[in-house]
């Protein structure tokens, strides 16, 4: 069973940082693209943004130049650095991966999207 558990969240003041992290668990042969989340009150959940397998970044908008995405393939995590949060970043923040699950390498591909429970981001002061 794979699991994906996000932690780094908290409450912080307007201007500030925080960095999440995705811990993956389970029987993974490979993780693919590796994204993040968010669903604010009364809103639906959109992209923050995504890392590929190759380290190709991609980002919305809202998150360009004040997001990083990273990943470590050695852990099987991916982070979220958020610098010059702002009060509209608050948010739940939900960790995503594509994932792999054959048996070995000469098993076909079994690849499924996976979700974390989220962790809650405020900026507030």
């Known amino acids: 069973q794979v699991q994906l558990v996000e932690s780094g969240g908290g409450l912080v003041q307007p201007g500030g940082s925080l960095r999440l992290s995705c811990a993956t668990s389970?029987?993974?042969?490979?993780?693919?693209?590796m994204g993040w989340y968010r669903q604010a009150p009364g809103k639906e959940r959109e992209l923050v943004g995504m890392?590929?397998?190759?380290?190709?970044?991609n980002y919305a908008e809202s998150a360009k130049g004040r997001f990083t995405i990273s990943r470590d393939y050695n852990k099987k995590m991916s982070y979220l650095q958020m610098n010059s949060l702002k009060p509209e970043d608050t948010a739940v923040y939900y960790c995503?991966?594509?994932?792999?699950?054959?048996?070995?390498?000469?098993?076909?591909?079994?690849?499924?999207?996976?979700w974390g429970q989220g962790t809650q981001v405020t900026v507030s002061s």
């Open positions: 890392i590929t397998a190759g380290e190709i970044t």
């Open positions: 389970g029987h993974i042969f490979r993780i693919n693209a």
């Open positions: 995503n991966a594509r994932i792999d699950t054959r048996s070995g390498p000469l098993d076909y591909k079994r690849e499924s999207d996976y």
